[in-house]
């Protein structure tokens, strides 16, 4: 789905001053998998239009699914008449972002996944499914994404980029038990479907199933559930808005040690360890921002709203408008740096204690004290003197993310790219979390 910059320029005409579009046309190929049969496939296309305009002090916003000029004219009109209705307020003026332009190379789209045909998408199901034991079933998707994005403002301001991704997801059940794999990239072609099979079938290894343990005991983090840990405690407490208004279990704490020593942590939308970007929705050039480096807090993430906590430059992060995460700035790709532990020295150093491949979601009940609760699933085991011994049932955490954070042994020398509905990318390793935040009750 093209977007032409003679649409934009005539719809900003129409709007009239002080107008910002963000559009983003999706095209999306799915299919899903159950039971290792295809239940569907699915195409669909998208034009999502986000319209705000800022007059007198005054803003007001509307979206479309169309470019159209008399969509767009029926849109004017009924913001002009919302702008109308409101009192004037003394806000500054809008900020544009700086001169400096996205990197070229960020906006390339990748043929594997423009060009891709059902057929592609099928061989890598059937690859998997047949590379399984005959007893395992297969689940999961796969998804092919390509969206063309478009920032402009009727002050000249005109961001455009291309983005690919190809995910996929495999879930193998044997019996009783369920693993797991999820691979993601900007280029279909960087995927290892070759690899999953393997993977699936060491996951399911012929264990026996203990009882729940009770207790107090260290866990062994895979990087699918570190994934959701780093990515919640990202989006709750790095963000300026939440920095700045106390909402964040790190306010007032720049410069201070805020988790462990060991860990270190950026947003860089440009770094290709994750799925490159190179604009906000606001159409802020995105920049490199430490956030955690060796365990002090030392950034936050910011839009034009809140630059003035970043140096009075917006780091790249704002969000949508109407977004149903929230209007605040929060990361959108984060990496955390790798450390010195094999996965097998990790299981050696765990020694007797949970091994959690995925938590299944993260729930804030209380964001100030990082206060999370949340699932395991698929593949979770028991470990003993660092060796794999049995099934452990799945289980609900309540825990502190800070204090597991804070409690880290030892972190993986391999990173796996994963992502979340809220945020475009995280790369992160094996954490191995020492006894006391995880009470198994």
């Known amino acids: ?196 099979a393997d993977r699936l079938r060491s996951a399911l290894a012929p264990l026996p199933v203990r009882e729940a343990y009770r207790g107090s005991c260290r866990v062994l983090l895979k990087p699918q559930a570190v994934n959701s840990l780093i990515a919640t405690y990202g989006f709750w407490a790095l963000g300026a808005h939440h920095y700045a208004t106390g909402r964040s279990a790190v306010s007032g704490r720049m410069g201070e040690r805020v988790v462990s020593e060991l860990l270190t942590l950026t947003d860089d939308a440009t770094d290709p360890a994750g799925l490159l970007s190179g604009f906000d929705a606001e159409g802020n050039v995105r920049r490199r921002t430490p956030l955690i480096e060796r365990g002090v807090l030392s950034g936050v993430v910011s839009d034009r709203r809140r630059a003035d906590l970043t140096g009075g430059v917006p780091t790249g992060h704002a969000v949508p408008d109407g977004w149903r995460f929230g209007g605040d700035p929060v990361p959108s790709h984060l990496l955390l740096d790798a450390g010195e532990s094999t996965e097998d020295e990790l299981l050696e150093e765990c020694g007797s204690g949970l091994v959690v491949n995925r938590l299944d979601y993260l729930r804030v009940l209380h964001p100030t004290q990082t206060l999370v609760t949340g699932t395991t699933r698929d593949a979770t085991y028991w470990a003993e003197n660092g060796k794999l011994v049995a099934w452990h049932p799945q289980l609900r955490f309540t825990f502190r993310m800070d204090e597991v954070l804070n409690a880290v042994l030892a972190v993986g020398t391999d990173r796996e790219i994963c992502d979340q509905t809220f945020m475009d990318s995280v790369v992160v390793p094996s954490l191995l979390i020492d006894a006391g935040p995880f009470v198994l009750a």
Request: glycine letters at 6%.
């Open 1 to 196: 789905m093209t977007i032409e910059q003679t649409q934009i320029e005539q719809a900003l005409t129409i709007l009239g001053e002080g107008t910002r579009l963000d559009v983003l046309g999706e095209n999306t190929d799915l299919l899903r998998y159950a039971e290792s049969e295809i239940t569907a496939q699915h195409s669909e296309r998208r034009l999502r239009v986000r319209v705000r305009v800022n007059r007198a002090g005054r803003a007001a916003a509307g979206t479309l699914e169309t470019l159209d000029a008399d969509a767009v004219r029926a849109l004017s009109a009924r913001l002009d008449a919302a702008l109308a209705e409101l009192p004037a307020a003394d806000r500054p003026a809008e900020q544009h972002p700086p001169a400096q332009q996205p990197s070229s190379e960020l906006a390339s789209a990748a043929d594997s996944v423009v060009g891709a045909d059902p057929a592609v998408r099928h061989r890598w199901f059937t690859q998997v499914r047949d590379g399984l034991d005959g007893s395992m079933k297969l689940g999961g998707a796969i998804r092919y994404d390509v969206h063309d994005r478009v920032v402009a403002d009727s002050a000249g301001l005109f961001r455009s980029e291309t983005l690919t991704k190809a995910s996929i997801q495999a879930i193998a059940k044997q019996g009783e038990q369920s693993a797991s794999v999820k691979l993601v990239h900007r280029d279909a072609d960087q995927i290892a479907v070759d690899q999953i």
